[in-house]
């Protein structure tokens, strides 16, 4: 990124970005973490105008008989205060970025996130037509604390896969996974 700073005589252009943390106060644990690719998902419940949803990033599924997905969820979220007892879990796709930060409430979304994509109901909530993939899921154990998030387990009811690369979230930014698998 390359930030400029005015002056008297003009602009200065420089590559730190200006609200950056300063490297000795940078979280070693976070930067650790930011080094692992995660896959971006959108939890989302609901039908109609009663919909919610949350941009969810920590989720790992556990094949089985039968299968669970497990996630991470801010614990004072709508999503996670609504609690559903059934929801959809949509994969995104590469096209999907600025969806993504609008359901994670960091880009905004005139008239709520659910306008930015089209979106049919299911048995378990809204899925994204273009998405990478999605899941339909019920609620399993009471969800329990871990840190400030809650540790959510659901059992997979219905799966649905598309020929679409995911998106994905590594080092506080998204790729493209396609992209990268053709070069």
Known sequence: MVVGRAY?????????HPFATPEEDKDPLRRLRGRLAAPVTVWAAGAGGARSGLTVSSVLIA???P???VGLIDAESDFCLEEPQRWVINVLAARHR?????FAGTAPSPG???RLG???DTAWGPALVDAAGWLGVSVGPDARTVGWRAL???TVEHVEAFDRMPLVHLRGRYLDVGQHLSE
Do not use: N, R
């Open 63 to 65: 094949d089985g008989d």
């Open 98 to 102: 600025f969806l993504a930060d609008a």
């Open 112 to 114: 709520g996130p659910f």
């Open 118 to 120: 089209e979106w049919t």
């Open 67 to 69: 299968p669970h997905v």
């Open 8 to 16: 008297a005589g003009g602009v200065t252009i420089h590559s730190d």
């Open 152 to 154: 959510v387990e659901a």
